[in-house]
């Protein structure tokens, strides 16, 4: 296959269905750009690690003559599981690490838990802790009070927020949701795995075997600028070439989600008078992603064999399809559609982005080898 875009491998939670691993390949004129840098390791926590870090921020006193440390902490506490601070369930610190945080005596903080479970805000589990009690916020409102209408007044010193942000999501596009759709019996959320078809007990071997201490040196390594080899040979020989696909290590970019490789992807291509065709309809993230960076956002209605190819797309720097598995139609665009559309953009000069997005979500028949494939020109950014 002649040097060209590349395959994106990604994981993201808030992607539609997404893949574990996607990735990108990009290669302009036998040159190739420079990978994104590493996160160096340390930088990742735990979800847990992020619980501790919030609650943290929630036990400070403010001594007061006039009330006692133990009543200081308890108010301290009850406003936190009130103000949903602290949720129902939730493990509280243990009474030293919360002693040695406030600088209390460790018995002054067992005594503020115990009166707690008296009044029935904690309850103690042997072994395990005190815990936010689960029905605390029985017969309370379902929801925390909403805001004032009117925001608070800006610190003089403070900065001018409203004028240093670009752009507000919040007036982005995008799909709306009741807000309690995930207590729906059938929320369709999004990528969540089915918990009695998922292996778990063979997951859970390999997690043991891979963090295990042998493998230390492969799991905290950095290797800055490069990805796993590991991981880009698995890509390489097992998941692209069932797409039809054949790629070097280095046309493989491993980001962090289908997201970031658009981010990335709008970084890299994108000017202010850049001209990008999107499916209409199609994924509300790819129009916000790269409306960032242009407004000239084309949308092209899909018909029943997904984007159509013709004058729509002439004037189009960039072309974003999902050809495998269009969504929210899942229409599979013919060979034929794909043969014209790479014709297309040899002869019109547009580069196409593929989005891979459920390509093995077919029972008709057989899934269709992906469109990056057929290229032959290097035209295709291939993003699974």
């Not at 600088?103 to 802790?129: F, I, M």
């Not at 009690?133 to 925001?151: K, L, Q």
């Not at 580069?351 to 390509?359: G, L, P």
């Amino acid at each position: 296959m002649p040097c060209g875009p590349s395959e994106f491998f990604g994981n993201s939670p808030n992607r539609r269905g997404c893949q574990l691993i996607g990735a990108i390949v990009i290669c302009a004129s036998g040159t190739m750009l420079e990978p994104a840098p590493a996160i160096p390791w340390t930088t990742f926590h735990t979800y847990a690690d992020q619980r501790s870090n919030m609650r943290d921020g929630i036990f400070h006193l403010d001594r007061r003559p006039n009330i006692s440390i133990q009543g200081q902490i308890r108010e301290m506490l009850v406003s936190a599981i009130l103000g949903r601070q602290l949720p129902a369930g939730d493990p509280l610190p243990s009474s030293r690490k919360l002693a040695k945080s406030l600088g209390v005596s460790r018995n002054t903080v067992v005594l503020a838990y115990q009166g707690l479970v008296d009044d029935g805000y904690l309850e103690s589990r042997e072994r395990s802790g005190f815990y936010v009690t689960d029905d605390i916020m029985e017969g309370r409102a379902d929801e925390p009070a909403a805001p004032p209408s009117t925001p608070e007044p800006r610190p003089s010193n403070g900065p001018d927020w409203d004028a240093r942000f670009q752009v507000h999501p919040s007036d982005q596009a995008n799909i709306e949701k009741p807000g309690n759709w995930l207590t729906y019996p059938y929320p369709f959320i999004y990528g969540q795995v089915d918990q009695s078809l998922f292996p778990i007990a063979q997951w859970r071997e390999c997690s043991r075997q891979a963090l295990g201490r042998k493998g230390m040196d492969v799991w905290t390594g950095d290797a800055l600028a490069a990805d796993d080899p590991m991981l880009v040979e698995q890509i390489q020989t097992r998941l692209l070439p069932r797409r039809g696909i054949l790629a070097r290590d280095d046309e493989i970019l491993v980001t962090l989600g289908a997201q970031n490789a658009l981010y990335i992807l709008a970084a890299l291509l994108v000017r202010e008078d850049t001209r990008v065709a999107i499916e209409d309809p199609g994924y509300p993230d790819v129009r916000n992603i790269f409306g960032l960076k242009t407004d000239h956002i084309l949308p092209v209605p899909v018909d029943a064999h997904g984007l159509p190819v013709d004058k729509q797309l002439d004037g189009a720097d960039i072309v974003f399809v999902t050809p495998s598995h269009q969504a929210p139609t899942t229409v599979t665009m013919p060979k034929a559609r794909r043969q014209d559309l790479l014709a297309r953009a040899g002869e019109k000069d547009f580069v196409i982005i593929e989005d891979d997005y459920e390509w093995e979500t077919n029972y008709v028949s057989e899934p269709t080898p992906a469109l990056k494939s057929m290229d032959t020109a290097g035209r295709v950014i291939y993003v699974r």
